[in-house]
């Protein structure tokens, strides 16, 4: 690929001229949302469900996106064609807009829109053989009533500092608890335990956002006779469960086979995290939006 083609308010901009102001509040202040999503064979997985978690973000901080849906939906998949793409990642994002230094959202009157997309860079097989180990860190989750973590929103700090946390520990990833000792989730991925073939993960309430590979997980485990709970677990219910795995847009669905020390079943990955995995990469190229499918109107 010669130029990677970036929308920016309203146009295609080449990524060297991609650049928004100092002013804008997503900068000054992490005042905005974001979407990550991915594109596999030219299939943007589950492109409706992280649309909609795009505009219930938008909705909770009062942050007007200045088009319908569809339109952002006709958007995103130009950018992909536009830059040829079969399997990508897609960043959207909408902030505050530019505004003065308060930190007031009224003085920013044009929402800032971003689309980008790039080839992606896929974990390496090894990880999904081996699995990732983890560490509790002492940072808690963002309460819901100070910041909900259902919110995507461009202010990721509590994230980003529980992760440098997990590199200090010289582990892959961080658990992150809530004030009240439940566990939550990782930085980028939600969690979920696997006891005597029942499969828990943690209520999005306790501080996890809603992930859509957590949903996909949820429905074809399901669909495949799993029993699954959403309820409350602490560390002891993770060191002792026989499976313990991840799921995010980037990670998939991928084994945790050590937590704080202790070996996760016999440390490898399990047959459930398995089995979901293959069932979750039958479906990464059918469900969602095909992008060389359709013949949608020419974004400009
Ligand atoms: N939790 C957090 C904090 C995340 O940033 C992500 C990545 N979006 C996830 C969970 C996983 O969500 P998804 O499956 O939608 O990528």
Redesign the pocket.
């Given at each position: 690929m010669s130029s990677q083609w970036i929308y920016l308010g309203g146009e295609f901009v080449n990524k060297n001229e991609a650049v928004v102001s100092v002013y804008d509040h997503g900068f000054l202040y992490g005042d905005g949302v974001f979407e990550?999503i991915r594109v596999y064979e030219g299939n943007i997985f589950k492109l409706d469900e992280h649309l909609d978690r795009l505009y219930d973000s938008a909705k909770s901080i009062m942050l007007s996106i200045p088009y319908e849906k569809e339109e952002l939906e006709s958007i995103i998949a130009e950018t992909v064609r536009k830059n040829e793409l079969q399997t990508a990642y897609i960043r959207v994002v909408i902030s505050r807009g530019s505004g003065n230094l308060g930190l007031d959202p009224v003085s920013c009157s044009n929402p800032r829109v971003v689309v980008i997309a790039e080839a992606l860079a896929l974990f390496p097989k090894e990880l999904y053989e081996r699995g990732v180990r983890l560490a509790s860190v002492s940072s808690r989750r963002n309460r819901p009533d100070v910041l909900p973590p259902q919110v995507?929103s461009l202010n990721y700090l509590n994230?980003i500092l529980v992760k440098m946390e997990a590199n200090q520990a010289g582990v892959d990833e961080a658990l992150m608890l809530n004030d009240q000792g439940y566990v939550t989730?990782g930085?980028?991925?939600?969690i979920f335990i696997v006891k005597k073939g029942t499969i828990y993960t943690p209520p999005t309430y306790l501080g996890?956002?809603e992930?859509?590979?957590?949903n996909a997980i949820m429905d074809l485990a399901r669909k495949k006779g799993y029993d699954v709970k959403e309820q409350p677990f602490t560390r002891h219910d993770v060191y002792v469960a026989d499976e313990v795995f991840l799921?995010?847009?980037a990670a998939e669905v991928i084994a945790a086979v050590e937590v704080d020390q202790r070996e996760i079943g016999d440390g490898k990955p399990g047959v459930v995290t398995s089995h979901l995995l293959s069932e979750f990469r039958k479906v990464t190229t059918t469900d969602g939006y095909k992008v060389y499918e359709k013949n949608q109107a020419h974004v400009s």
């Open positions: 990550g995507k994230n989730e930085s980028a991925d939600n996890a956002l992930g859509i590979t957590r799921t995010g847009t």
